[in-house]
Each structure stands twice: as structure tokens, then as C-alpha cells.
């Protein structure tokens, strides 16, 4: 009814809430999503570890998209306006050494949000390939990251000049990656508090963490007989 609109659109101006803005992360079915305070991407990487493949092939398994070799990620600030769904989320790790917590649809099994114990609570990870969002994720990569666990004899990059990281296991490899602007800055315990719930309290309110006991490696057919 025109009552019943009035009434919303002065409640979006009391709570001084911009309708048209677009900050939106969500599943491909629709049930869960995240509102981020800031939706401007910080920076992005394309990563080649085994970890993120095998953790989207068992979302696959599930009935999630089928993983690319090497994945176009991106950070944000862990500062959450608002989420709905949380009673279709999962939050899973993929063994019980795990430093990354992934948070899953339990409907779709998109992935729309990875926590790391690196990110310090400051920033949280998406891969937009295997989430939706309602406004623009591409930014150019900073780094290539973790070819030593790319399956393929040869990785055809898109740049020439773009910094690789084959292992980051050594002081001197953490240093160099630490160096690209504006990574370090990012990787760092926040300057200000979130406005919102940071990408921690999201977790610990989805409720348990799912330890999948993998064995270490992405083949999917050793997945599909666990």
C-alpha cells in the first residue's frame, strides 16, 4: 500500500540507508548474503593453491561450480553492514591444522566468504567465480600466488610483469610479497573497528566449524570416496 511504502522509505531515510547502493555478496540460490560497509575491493591475487581448488571441488561434489586451476581472488575489509541466512550458512575448514575457515551456502554451496589466520580479522577473501555480488569485483591482481601446486606443466598468465610466488614458506618470499603495496597494509591488525561485525563474529554466529578431514591434495576422485 502507499502507507505501507511511505513508512519504508522514511525508515531508509531515518536510518540514513541508500537503497540504490550497491554492497551486496550472495549465494547463486539466493538464501544467504552478505552487506559489506565498504565494497571498494583492497587488492587481488590469483592463487593456485591446492587448498582453495580442493575446497571448491568439494562444493562441487555438493553441487557447486567446477574450480579453475587458478583463482581470481579478492579482499575486503571484514566490516559486515548486515547478513540474511545465516541459518543456511556453513562455515567448514578442511582438516583440523587449517588456517583458512571458508563460509558456505549449505543450499547451493556457493562460497562467498574465507577467513585466514594471516588476514588478522582486518580483511576477509572472496572468489567472485563461485559467489555472486551486485557491484564490481575486478580490479587487476596484484601477485600470482602458490604455482608450486599448480596441476598443469605450464600456467599461461595474462601479464608479463605480474610478481609470481611459487612457495611463501620462506622468510625472504614473505618479505618480497609483504613489499607490493598495498598487501602489508591490509595484512595487518585493523587501524578502526568495524562499524559493522567483522568476518570473525559472522563465523562464530553460523555456529560450529565443519573439519572435513581431507587428505591433503585436490583430487576429486579421492574427495568423492571420503
Known amino acids: 500500500s502507499l502507507l505501507n511504502n511511505s513508512f519504508y522509505l522514511t525508515l531508509c531515510l531515518y536510518k540514513n540507508i541508500n537503497m540504490d547502493e550497491k554492497n551486496k555478496i550472495y549465494c547463486s540460490c539466493g538464501s544467504c548474503e552478505l552487506l559489506l560497509n565498504d565494497p571498494l575491493p583492497k587488492y587481488s591475487v590469483m592463487c593456485a593453491c ?23 581472488s579478492v579482499y575486503f575489509l571484514s566490516d559486515i553492514q548486515s547478513y540474511n541466512g545465516i541459518e543456511n550458512m556453513i562455515a567448514t575448514q578442511l582438516r583440523g591444522d587449517a588456517s583458512s575457515t571458508r563460509v558456505y551456502c549449505k543450499n547451493c554451496y556457493s562460497c562467498f ?21 551486485d557491484f564490481n569485483v575486478q580490479i587487476p591482481p596484484l601477485a600470482v600466488l602458490n ?80
Not at 591446492?50 to 581470481?72: H, S, T
Not at 577473501?125 to 555480488?133: A, G, H, L, N, W
Open 50 to 72: 591446492e587448498d582453495c581448488r580442493q575446497a571448491l571441488r568439494w562444493a562441487e561434489i555438493n553441487g557447486g561450480k567446477k574450480p579453475k586451476d587458478i583463482l581470481y
Open 113 to 133: 566468504a574465507v577467513d585466514h589466520v594471516n588476514y588478522q580479522n582486518n580483511v576477509f577473501m572472496i572468489q567472485p567465480d563461485y559467489c555472486k555480488q
Open 147 to 226: 604455482l608450486h601446486d599448480y596441476p598443469g606443466e605450464f600456467a599461461d598468465l595474462d601479464s608479463d610483469t605480474i610478481p609470481v610466488f611459487h612457495l611463501r614458506k620462506y622468510p625472504q618470499e614473505r618479505k618480497r610479497f609483504l613489499s607490493i603495496k598495498p598487501i602489508s597494509e591490509f595484512l595487518a591488525p585493523p587501524k578502526t573497528p568495524a562499524k559493522g561485525i567483522t568476518i570473525r563474529e559472522l563465523i562464530s554466529k553460523v555456529g560450529k566449524i565443519r573439519v572435513l578431514d581431507l587428505i591433503r591434495g585436490d583430487n576429486l576422485e579421492e574427495i568423492q570416496n571420503e
